[in-house]
Every structure is written in structure tokens, then in C-alpha cells.
């Protein structure tokens, strides 16, 4: 079989789904890996590996016996360590082995954003204990939030408005980690009008940004994104200027999905991933070249158009709310009667608030397009077997 590059994806979710359609594009070789058999990702790609990702003996051996071109991660669970001394073999990491190293603990990443580079944080402490998190909640005042240092889309993640609140959210936090460090951060609220997350692909030719995307959270998860969102000039030059000095830190060809808080025109570094975002679901229809796009374009070294455009545009989860293994869906030619689209991301399971599929709509302007958006991801309905 001739392709142009073969990669192993680390993760296999709705996201690495899309990502092995833009690669596939491309004339790429897919190797989908995750922990359980059938995830979104292998029901496309040309082979699968299942095992955990924080086995290194595993990831080392599967990296070996593939011999990638690339090593895509698309989670943040992984035994990064190993990720970097393959890369110090000769293997490419996609941006980098420093990225996913510092992006899969948030403690490594705000530090860096803090200390190293100076760029605009929330005050904030690390607890590993109940006692730490009361003292760390003094330090940053009330309310503030409370996450763990590794976890996945936002899950764990509580706000908090007085100390009555403290234990249950340092519990949540501790039921919804990551990996095998017990540690949190505890950060200030931050009083923001809006967020966004900025999409930002460094490439062989540059640095080049998405529009600005918003986006509103329940639970530490995204439930709805919009491109674009209004935005100052002034505002957007400082959160480029910010997303710059941390890709450039960080390294290595991809897209990063670097998220701000803003407050007038004030902006606040918040996180970045060093993959494509949960957010950035809504580029499937608002972008010409999709964040999948654009991810497996400059892994690969292929060029990056310098002015990126998007039209108005929205995104809708569609969430479960059982556990379940039979899964059937209702209601896709009501729910796209009115111009949105669906994308079912072909999960093997449910569980309470999981993502299933995503509803996309544009329209001549982001209110209108959310409001499709949303309407339309009710009309889905999962029925369930068992």
C-alpha cells in the first residue's frame, strides 16, 4: 500500500475521528490507538492498537512495531516521558514531545505561561490534599474553581463560592482525575464577559490563527461553540501575541487550541492544548479548511493559508444521559430540516453526559446559527437498547 505518511494516532475519539479524515485525505496511513476496541477513530482509520496509554512498555513497543512517520496524541493521558525519549530516537512527535509533556499537567503549563513567560494568569495554587485546597482557596478568594492538574474535557472541574463548597468539589476532583498524580489547582474566578478559544497553527511557514471562538461550559464541558465572536481589535492582538510566545515555547508543527478569558480588553490566559479542540467542532462548517484540517496539514508539513476567514457559525452537543451498550438515534431528518447538519461520533457506549454527536448549523449571524445549532441537537434523540 503507498501513502504519503503513516501515523499513529494516540486517541481515538470524535476528534481523532475527524483527524483521520483530513489524513486520509491526504493519502496518509492511520494507525487509531485507545484504551477500548471500536472508538471513533478505528472505525476509519486502516489499523487499530487498543491498550492504555499510560502503559509505556505498551506505547513504546506499538511505536516500534509501526515505526510512524508521526506520533499524533489526541489525548492528554499518556506516558509522555516515553513520547520524549522516542523523540530523542529519531521518532516525530506532533507539535512536540515537550508539548504534550507540559500540556498534560496543568500545573507544568501554567507555570510556564506564569513564571516563564509572563503572560496574564489568574492567581492560583496546587493542592494535593484537603487541607492544601482550604489553604489555597484563601489565597485566591472566593469564589474560585477547583480542577484537577490532569483530566480530560474539563471533567472534575468545580466552582466554588465559599468553604462549605470546598470538599465536595476537592472530592469531584479527585473521582474525575487522570493519570496517577492527586493534585489540583485552585485558581481565582475569574469575572470574564466571554471566553474563546484562539486556534493557532504553527507550521513550517509561520504562525498563522483561526478566527476567534466562544463558547459556553456545564460541568467543565463545552456545550456549545461559535465562530467568530466579537472581538476588539486590540483584544485579539494581545491574545495572538500570547498564543505566539507559547506555541513558540512549546514547539513542533500543529494546532494548538489556546484559550483566553476576556474582560473588556483585558485578556487572560487560561489553557492550551497541543491538538485540536473540543471547541473547534464548529470549523466543520464555518472554515473552508477544518481544524482537522489544518492539524494534519502542518503535522505533515504542508502549507497553511496566511488569512484564515470563518462565516457565522455554531455548534450543539448531543449528550447521553444512561449508561448503556446498545445505542440507536432518532430524529436526524427533523433535526436537519432546517439547514443544520449532525455529525454522530459512533461511540460503542453511553454514560450520563457523554458526547455522542455534535448538531452544526450556520446562518448570517452567530445568534441565529446557535439557535439552529441548539434546536437542532434536541431534535436528536439516543434511544437505548438495554
Known sequence: MSHTAKILLLGSGELGREFVISAKRLGA???A???YDHAPAMQLADAREVFSMLDGERLRAVVEQHRPDYIVPEIEAIRTEVLAELEE?????APSARATQMTMNRDAIRDLAANELGLVTSR???AKNLDEVRAAAEHSGFPCVIKPVMSSSGKGQTTVRDADGLEAAWDYAVA???GDRQRVIVEQFV???YEITLLTVRHAGGVTFCPPIGHRQERGDYQESWQPTPMSDAAITKAQEMATKVVDDLGGYGLFGVEFFVKGEEVIFSEVSPRPHDTGMVTLVSQNLTEFDLHARAV???PIPADMRARPAASAVILADRDSASLSYEGLADAMADGADIRIFGKPTSRPYRRMGVALATAGDTDEARR??????????IRYGD
Open 29 to 31: 496511513c492511520v494507525i
Open 33 to 35: 490507538c485507545d484504551a
Open 89 to 93: 530516537e529519531g521518532f516525530t512527535v
Open 124 to 126: 492560583y495554587r496546587y
Open 176 to 178: 474525575n482525575m487522570r
Open 191 to 193: 469575572d470574564f464577559d
Open 300 to 302: 505533515m508539513g504542508l
Open 372 to 381: 439552529k445549532a441548539r434546536e437542532a441537537a434536541h431534535k436528536v434523540h
